[in-house]
């Protein structure tokens, strides 16, 4: 890793102070996840698939950690952390994984919505820093092979911006037509109200323009009018001073209501649609490789149209999952998330969804129904002061009573379903917040270093923009990174390793989703599949101990990832990459499957009016006539004096091969083969029967059909890669990783010993 100059705060440059400064060690990077050396990742580099270098497809894999730039880090002691202070920790975010970097909005403002009121969009606010001091955050974030994106702001600036400013004051200024201005307040009255706890109408009188203005968002934030051409290419104008900075794309803010049309919501409209793509051809053309990314709380059927055919946004936000995970966990059944990730559309091969747990605004409830929404503020915010707008003012860990076990089933949810995740900052570290600051300024407090005085290793400032959190649950002498990186079953530590792990799996990023039936309701299974990578996730969403029987190969007609790519790669089980053939596109499971395997495929109809769909290889597959799917032959590989006409299909499930002797007696009838695996065994070979967690080693045997049966304990999860398998020896492997042992205490809001899966110090 290249060594940024003049920083002073990067690893090598710390080691060079005296031993004995205690500043010294809060900078020297975290312990290694374990003490297995052929596990640890070396992130002095961070791992992209050659799929993602060579088409630019890097956001697909990435993790995101979105950071509130005054909440970060105070070095100038101001009160406000600033650009400096985020460079300063770039060795932090690096360690634990980040891919790349999202700052909240760092531009001049008065700060009526923290900073989405904008007077000035080319240039930096002055408690954060300079525009030189972003210049050098860039290039020690590239230095450290991340990316770094930042909110921009469309849809509307501040009241205090210049051109409001002159817009105002004449009807004959350049800027009037900057804004959407209007003699009656009853125009465009079928647009909502968002702000319906402090704002009564979109429209604001102003005197002296002698108009009204209109805003979607608070009156200090007029609208631009983006049928004014001169607008759009202001926007286009203040992309480009960014992107000339080498920042590596924007989250943009705000895009469904860019437009206003009588007798509509103002929402989603076609004109909207067209500047979009506008914008992305805008980025496509002159600065290949950087993303958009589409802050559209609308659900997915609407979110899709922002895809385009590919052509506009590259990612968008998935909203209704994120309320969804903490319903599925609070009812402890997966249905209500099964049944969002089902209506969830399809998306250009080169887009991606953007997932999250929590973030800098309230836990919005608005994609949830009225009797939803009841149900989740009686459970997770039974006191009126934590509810705002129409959403939850509070953090993941109090969200979850501060049970570790939960926020890792949750992170598990974010790392395992389509999309893009994002780490809020300090989440990570189980921050919690504080109801009692106004708006939703009670997640945003500062960030929690050591359980240094009087402001946790955040400010030496003696008045801070907010107090840091100093309750006993939550307060930074008990929750803190210091404490978190010393710890090995820390939250801090549990992520570390997901994202370690998830790195090696192309099917996180690229694959195709697909549930796996259960019987029990309270388990979450699915697979995620990218050629030969596939990965089986199981999640007991309960606090007590669930029993369930998966079919690990019910999920072989699923689409995998197809692109139009010229080549492709995808990730093998152990790690290394595994070039393949593209997948063509096709409907139906006939051509999916046919893709995959590589062949061709003729369909033919049966008496029972079932459709045969054969492949060149010779295996055969069934739908039936209402489309449903049906469990095919897989594809096998067998040594020739192995061979047999006809297989056995009706052999009871759960009853392996017990030994080698049994094998003998029966290898006249039927042959031992792993479905999940399209491999038939020449010979009996234990190593074909296990599945293995990614996370902790454990092996769970996968019996002759392809069923496996486990129990698991209160919020236990696994992440079975299917292309990893091994053989049960002796005492078998140990494991090098720290899952499973849950630790049952009285209080579960106490986090000096709060319940973990990740108890116990790591067997090397």
């Not at 003490?35 to 088409?55: A, I, K, P, Q, W």
């Not at 009797?371 to 002061?385: C, L, Q, S």
């Not at 530590?493 to 039936?517: A, D, E, P, T």
């Amino acid at each position: 890793m290249a060594t940024p100059n003049g920083l002073g705060n990067s690893i090598e440059n710390m080691l060079s102070l005296s031993s004995g400064d205690t500043l010294t060690q809060q900078f020297i990077s975290s312990p290694p996840l374990n003490n297995s050396t052929d596990e640890f990742l070396d992130y002095s580099e961070h791992e992209r698939s050659e799929m993602s270098v060579s088409n630019n497809l890097w956001y697909k894999e990435a993790i995101f950690y979105e950071v509130y730039v005054r909440a970060f880090c105070d070095i100038e002691g101001t009160g406000n952390g600033g650009i400096s202070g985020i460079t300063n920790k770039l060795d932090y975010l690096h360690t634990l994984g980040v891919d790349c970097i999202w700052l909240l909005p760092i531009y001049p403002s008065p700060l009526k919505d923290d900073g989405y009121d904008i007077s000035d969009y080319c240039d930096i606010h002055p408690d954060y820093g300079t525009l030189n001091d972003f210049k050098i955050l860039v290039k020690a974030v590239h230095e450290r092979n991340m990316k770094i994106i930042a909110d921009f702001i469309p849809n509307h600036c501040s009241d205090k911006h210049k051109w409001f400013q002159s817009a105002r004051l004449s009807r004959d200024s350049p800027y009037r037509d900057y804004f959407v201005w209007s003699d009656s307040p009853q125009k465009y009255k079928d647009a909502r109200i968002i702000f319906l706890d402090v704002e009564q109408s979109n429209w604001t009188w102003d005197e002296a323009a002698g108009q009204y203005y209109w805003h979607r968002f608070y009156k200090e934030q007029p609208d631009l009018n983006f049928d004014n051409p001169k607008v759009q290419q202001e926007m286009l104008n203040i992309m480009d001073f960014w992107l000339n900075l080498g920042i590596d794309g924007f989250r943009v803010d705000a895009v469904p209501y860019l437009f206003e049309r009588e007798g509509t919501s103002c929402e989603n409209l076609p004109e909207t649609h067209e500047f979009l793509k506008k914008m992305r051809r805008f980025i496509d053309d002159k600065y290949p490789g950087r993303i958009i990314l589409a802050e559209a709380c609308q659900m997915p059927d609407e979110v899709r149209k922002y895809f385009g055919d590919g052509d506009e946004f590259h990612m968008g936000f998935h909203f209704p999952v994120m309320p969804r995970i903490y319903m599925s966990i609070m009812r402890s059944k997966s249905e209500c998330l099964r049944d969002i990730m089902e209506s969830t559309p399809e998306i250009p091969n080169t887009c991606q969804w953007v997932t999250f747990l929590r973030n800098h605004d309230e836990l919005t409830l608005e994609m949830v129904t009225l009797d939803e929404r009841k149900e989740m503020w009686d459970f997770y915010a039974p006191v009126p002061r934590m509810r705002i707008n129409l959403g939850i003012r509070r953090r993941l860990a109090p969200l979850m009573g501060g049970d570790q076990r939960k926020i890792e089933l949750a992170y598990s949810l974010l790392f395992t379903l389509p999309g893009s995740p994002i780490i809020y900052y300090g989440d990570e570290i189980c921050m919690g917040d504080n109801i009692w600051l106004e708006d939703r300024h009670g997640v945003r407090t500062p960030m929690q270093w050591s359980e240094q005085p009087p402001n946790g290793g955040f400010s030496t400032s003696n008045k801070l923009y907010a107090p840091v959190i100093d309750d006993p649950e939550y307060g930074y002498q008990k929750v803190n990174v210091t404490e978190s990186e010393k710890d090995p079953s820390s939250l801090y530590q549990v992520i570390r390793q997901m994202i370690q792990r998830r790195r090696k799996h192309l099917s996180f990023g690229h694959g195709s989703f697909q549930w796996v039936n259960s019987d029990n309701p309270h388990i979450a299974s699915y697979m995620r599949i990218c050629g030969i990578d596939r990965m089986f996730i199981v999640q007991n969403l309960s606090d007590q101990v669930q029993k369930v029987t998966l079919h690990t190969h019910a999920t072989t007609s699923v689409l995998p990832f197809s692109s139009n790519l010229q080549s492709s790669s995808c990730r093998g089980g152990d790690g290394s990459l595994h070039r393949r053939t593209p997948s063509n596109s096709g409907d139906g499971i006939a051509s999916g499957i046919g893709s995959r395997i590589g062949g061709t495929n003729t369909t033919s109809v049966n008496t029972d009016g079932v459709a045969n769909i054969t492949s060149s290889f010779g295996n055969q597959l069934t739908v039936d006539g209402a489309g449903s799917k049906v469990t095919p032959i897989p594809t096998r590989k067998v040594h020739t004096h192995y061979q047999q006409s006809n297989i056995n299909i009706n052999r009871q499930h759960h009853q392996p091969l017990a030994t080698k002797e049994e094998y003998e007696a029966s290898k006249d009838t039927k042959q031992p083969f792993v479905s999940f695996l399209n491999v038939e065994t020449a010979s009996y070979d234990e190593q074909s029967h296990y599945l293995i967690d990614i996370l902790t080693d454990y092996q769970v045997m996968v019996d002759q059909k392809g069923y496996v049966t486990m129990d698991l304990e209160p919020y236990q999860f696994f992440w079975f890669s299917m292309g990893e398998i091994t053989t049960l020896m002796g005492d078998g492997s140990k494991s090098r990783d720290l899952r499973r042992k849950s630790i049952q205490v009285n209080d579960p809001i106490d986090l000096h010993h709060r319940n973990t899966h990740f108890a116990d110090p790591i067997d090397e």
